[in-house]
């Protein structure tokens, strides 16, 4: 006697055919993209470059975050110089906000001129003044952040965050 249900394929089998399929349709795409895209190139990509705020006056701001405790810098003393092509000349200290943040920007309107500047951290008193049990004396002290202002069209914000034995910042917008 023999069994009137059909044959199904196993589930093996399904799952086989459903990837070769999947596999001849991606293949089939990436033709069609090829075909119509230009040579690839082997440079690196690359941004549009820093912002530009029509309207708005580019400025100069900084961000800091602890990575020890995992928070912002509340409290750290900031000094903020310019090189006057001799030496770095302090332009002025604040102190980091709850927001990790300058209360108003570094540098803004007349005031931002393209030159050499430099943000020297306290990160020896901020981590002091925050009981951290670290060794002593401190691996790092204070911190330079030195860069340079070169299109006083594009605004700077520069992220920074530091720990008891490492620092890093980079140039945002």
């Known amino acids: ?29 990436r033709g069609a993209l090829a075909a119509d895209a230009p040579a690839a190139s082997t440079a690196p990509a690359q941004s549009s470059g820093p912002i530009v705020l029509h309207g708005v006056s580019p400025r100069l701001t900084v961000h800091t975050i602890d990575t020890f405790h995992g928070m912002a810098a509340t409290g750290l003393r900031i ?10 000349v302090p332009v002025r200290s604040f102190t980091i906000n709850a927001n990790g943040r300058a209360d108003e920007p570094l540098l803004i309107d007349d005031s931002y001129r393209a030159g050499r500047y430099e943000l020297l951290l306290h990160v020896d008193e901020y981590f002091a003044a925050k009981g951290a049990k670290l060794p002593r004396p401190a691996f790092l002290s204070k911190l330079p952040v030195r860069f340079q202002i070169t299109n006083v069209a594009e605004r700077i914000h520069l992220p920074i965050q530091f720990g008891p034995w490492s620092y890093t910042y980079s140039r945002g917008s």
């Open 1 to 29: 006697m023999q069994s009137t249900k059909p044959l199904a394929p196993s589930r093996r089998q399904f799952a086989l055919s459903g990837l070769a399929l999947g596999a001849s349709a991606l293949t089939a795409a």
């Open 79 to 88: 000094d903020f110089s310019r090189f006057d092509g001799e030496a770095y």
